[in-house]
């Protein structure tokens, strides 16, 4: 029983360091991105890395209660990229009246 508890112990230290480096790629392709949608989406992944960091927390330490702040974070984090959506769209729909007063305006 000793030898399996060992090699869950590496699995779920192996998985963080994994992704760890998951949210560092993500860092890198929203710094990297051109598009607003890109950076979006990025946000929204690491968002999903870092639940996924505290869920092998949860069974790592033993400890249950992270499995609530998992859940808790999951809902911030879709209000957050969602909020992030709707900004852009608003964004993305006042430049195109913009665009079209203008060529009116001609």
Known sequence: MDLIEQCYNYLFWGALVVLAVGILAALVYIIRARLTVDRIIGINLIGTIVVMVIVVLTFLLGEDYLADIALIYV???FIAVM??????????QRNQRKKEEASHDR
């Open 83 to 92: 909020m992030l959506c709707r900004i852009y769209i608003n964004l993305y």
């Open 75 to 77: 809902v911030l984090s």
